[in-house]
């Protein structure tokens, strides 16, 4: 067994959101509990997306704890810079200190092993991996050649070539994510994950007034998070993740921790961190009998609508359950199967039924921009949403969360824009790519590629018009009254800071993205509003919240429809600058032009893996063969 006080292991995150996620950071915790149970006790766990230190405070911290083997999660492909930047400055201070990184950015291994200071990246779940990585880096292997009996790992080997070598064998389901949640607490950092309930926002979105929940606060509990599986049964053409297929803890597993954190930290709500809950239903069955008998809440932080009936709904809502969240993407069928979604646009139609008539609150979450989007495919989302507003008067029709598509390595989405000459296709290309999205959300769009055969500035349009639609319906059907009584109730009028994970039209943005990282911990000032002092227009221009004007007075918007073209303008002048709009504008007037003369080819009706599996879109020569699989996705 390795030495107790062998290896001194540090894991480190990366900042990867305006500020700190409160979506626990499983992933290190898992390795460095599997590094644990393995014998390896000199670990330290070094959560720079929490604590949020000045860059160079960072770089000294690491220093001083001299690691042997130092690791970054990188858990997204927006985290390049940093990732890039820190790991040559660690080798810098600690040259004979060997880096690894693990985690989705690791899709583009061949970048950063040939220009960033990692040595090694896993190329998967890191349990395992990290753990043979180790027994083998103990031994002192003469060549790199020796490292190609970890499965899971990427690197140069001795003759300069890139290394990927297989898949590990999947982790068993009563494996995932066994973390000791000790970690934080020697830290002093769990209270940051398990939160007061009267803390926090995140109990339900509708409805801050169940009663069930204000007996949650009143009684003392805390929220924590949960995953109860890992993985999904769908493939979106959008969406990178390591994983192939899905597995379920087992419910004996999960409930045995559940029942640990209630116990110890008093959790009376939990979040459920899954992007697939519940597909299996022999599974579901079993979880909802058991978590029945524990009188708690929780809510579902990813679900699919063809994996839910009106029959399982109320059982869910029994069983404590008050929000379900599911990934909609689209009220258009065609660019639903572009994504490859395995939905219909008839089943987001009926969940969204079902949530109103059960009294289930959820967000529609859409995605805007893909491949194949055109004024067709946005009108039929905008009919979607403004059935979903107007199904109920208790329903908010801000809560809409709009993305631009962003393409992320390892998707189709990413190498339909490689092929297309969208991204460039040399390493110092597509680095370049990276660095530009980098500590960039999918919500604002100002890094994000125009897949589309339109106009940018009718993007911009779109998105706007996809945020006011339900709102508008909504007005329409119910009156302005009923609009404030729900705006009373939301998240608009809530003084918790918005974490940036919703694109939700009712948040206000708390930080401006920015290509520098040291910027994340600065807070920016930001106004509150209250229905005791309704904002005027004015006081909204004044205080240049110009994207909350069509929000707080929709009916100025309803009736004089060109005030709408003026704040898409102001808005995209924000996130592009004010030169970047007489571009814009003569893109578009050429793009009306040449349609009057030029018959235009609609996009094939094709998920977006077809189009590169089936060289739809010739593949690209200078490919390293060694990068296929990484490429591909799982």
């Known amino acids: 067994m390795p030495n107790p006080s062998g290896p001194r292991i540090v894991v480190a995150t990366t900042p990867i959101r305006p500020l700190p996620t409160d979506y626990a950071p499983v992933g290190s915790l898992s390795v460095l509990s599997a590094l644990n149970r ?35 999660s990188a ?60 027994r083998l880096w103990e031994t002192a292997p003469k060549s790199r050649e020796e490292y190609r009996q970890v499965k899971g790992l990427a690197f140069v080997d001795g003759k300069g070539e890139l290394a990927v070598t297989p898949y590990a064998e999947p982790l068993k389901p009563e494996e995932l994510y066994d973390i000791d949640w000790g970690i934080l607490e020697d830290l002093g950092q769990l209270d940051y994950f398990i939160v007061p309930a009267a803390n926090s926002g995140k109990l339900a979105v509708t409805d801050r007034e169940d009663p069930k929940i204000i007996k949650v606060k009143r009684d003392g509990k805390t929220v924590a998070m949960i995953n109860t599986c890992k993985g999904c049964v769908a493939r979106c053409t959008f969406c990178h993740r390591w994983d192939k297929g899905i597995r379920y803890i087992p419910v004996p597993v999960l409930m045995r921790r559940m029942d640990e954190m209630m116990r110890r930290h008093n959790v009376g709500f939990f979040r459920m961190g899954d992007e697939n809950f519940g597909s299996d239903k022999r599974w579901l069955s079993e979880f909802l009998a058991e978590i029945k008998k524990r009188d708690v809440l929780w809510r579902v932080g990813g679900m699919r609508v063809n994996s839910i009936t009106p029959e399982y709904i109320d059982l869910m809502k029994a069983a404590g359950c008050v929000t379900i969240f599911y990934g909609m993407e689209s009220g258009s069928q065609k660019m639903i199967d572009v994504m490859e979604k395995k939905t219909t646009v008839e089943q987001n139609k009926r969940v969204m039924k079902w949530m109103v008539e059960k009294d289930v609150s959820t967000i529609i979450q859409l995605i805007v921009g893909m491949p194949g989007e055109d004024t067709g495919t946005v009108a039929e989302t905008c009919d979607f949403l403004r059935y979903s507003a107007t199904l109920t008067p208790d329903w908010d029709p801000n809560n809409v969360s709009v993305n631009f598509a962003q393409a992320l390595p390892g998707t189709p989405l990413y190498e339909v824009g490689r092929r297309r000459g969208l991204i460039g296709q040399s390493l110092d290309d597509e680095e370049e790519y990276l660095l530009k999205i980098s500590d960039r959300d999918a919500r604002d769009g100002e890094t994000a590629i125009n897949f589309t055969e339109f106009p940018r500035l009718l993007l911009e349009r779109w998105h706007y018009d996809l945020q006011s639609a339900g709102r508008f319906a909504f007005i329409e059907k119910f009156g302005m009254e009923a609009y404030k009584r729900i705006l009373a109730k939301s998240a608009l009028f809530e003084e918790e800071p918005d974490s940036g994970y919703f694109a939700s039209p009712a948040r206000d943005r708390v930080l401006e993205s920015s290509a520098s990282t040291d910027k994340l911990h600065q807070q920016a000032d930001r106004s509150k509003f209250s229905m005791s002092r309704y904002p005027s227009i004015l006081a909204l221009i004044r205080m240049r919240k110009f994207n909350m004007l069509p929000i707080l007075h929709p009916r100025l918007f309803m009736r004089l429809g060109f005030i709408s073209t003026w704040i898409v303008f102001i808005n995209a002048a924000r996130k592009y ?12 007037l050429s793009w009306r032009v040449t349609g009057l003369f030029v018959r235009r080819q609609g996009f094939p009706r094709l998920s977006l893996r077809k189009m590169v599996n089936e060289n739809h879109l010739p593949p690209i020569p200078a490919d390293s063969p060694a990068m296929e699989s990484l490429r591909a996705g799982r």
């Open 577 to 588: 600058g004010v030169a970047q709009i007489p571009h814009m504008v003569g893109e578009y």
């Open 38 to 72: 393995a014998g390896y006790k000199n670990t330290h766990f070094y959560n720079i997306d929490l604590l949020r230190p000045s860059y160079e405070q960072a770089v000294r911290d690491i220093a001083a704890l001299k690691p042997d083997v130092f690791a970054i």
């Open 75 to 134: 858990v997204v492909s927006t985290a390049y810079e940093y990732t890039k930047k820190l790991s040559l400055d660690v080798k810098r201070a600690l040259p004979g200190t060997t880096v690894i990184m693990g985690g989705n950015l690791g899709t583009s291994a061949e970048i950063l092993l040939r220009k960033t200071g990692i040595d090694f990246i896993v190329t998967g779940e890191g349990e395992r991996a990290a753990v043979d990585f180790m």
